[in-house]
C-alpha cells in the first residue's frame, strides 16, 4: 500500500504562482510514476503532467505546458508542481496519483491523495 498526501492548495489571484506536494508513504519504493490530475466543478477529472520516479522525465498537458513544473525528490518520495501564470480555469481540486495501471495520461492509478482545491480569481 502507498499513502499519498498532498498539500500547498489555496486562493490566488491570476497571474500568481502556487506549489503542491504530494508526499508518499508506505511502498513507495514500487511506484515507477506518479501524476497530478484536476477536477473543476461540472467536468471530468483531467490529466496535468506525469512524471517517471527513476528518470524525472515528465509529461504535460498542452493546457499547463510552459507555466507548470513537475518535479520529485527521489529520497524524500515527494512530488512537486510548480504553477505559475496562474488562470481562472486552473481552479480546481487538484490530486496526486501514483503507479498507473495503464500509462501514465490515463486515470487508472492505483492510489490516489485526498486532494486539494486551487482557486485563482481573476
Known amino acids: 500500500q502507498v499513502q499519498l498526501v498532498e498539500s500547498g492548495g489555496g486562493l490566488v489571484q491570476t497571474g500568481e504562482s502556487l506549489r503542491l506536494s504530494c508526499a508518499a508513504s508506505?511502498?513507495?519504493?514500487?511506484?515507477?510514476?506518479m501524476a497530478w490530475f484536476r477536477q473543476a466543478p461540472g467536468k471530468e477529472r483531467e490529466f496535468v503532467v506525469g512524471?517517471?520516479?527513476?528518470?524525472?522525465?515528465?509529461y504535460y498537458a498542452d493546457s499547463v505546458k510552459g507555466r507548470f513544473t513537475a518535479s520529485r525528490n527521489y529520497a524524500k518520495n515527494t512530488m512537486y508542481l510548480q504553477m505559475s501564470s496562474l488562470k481562472p480555469e486552473d481552479t480546481a481540486v487538484y490530486y496526486c496519483?501514483?503507479?498507473?495501471?495503464?500509462?501514465?495520461?490515463?486515470?487508472?492509478?492505483?492510489?490516489w491523495g485526498q486532494g486539494t482545491q486551487i482557486t485563482v480569481s481573476s
Open positions: 496519483a501514483a503507479d498507473p495501471r495503464r500509462d501514465i495520461y490515463s486515470d487508472a492509478y492505483n492510489y
Open positions: 508506505g511502498r513507495a519504493i514500487d511506484i515507477y510514476a
Open positions: 512524471i517517471h520516479w527513476g528518470t524525472g522525465d515528465t
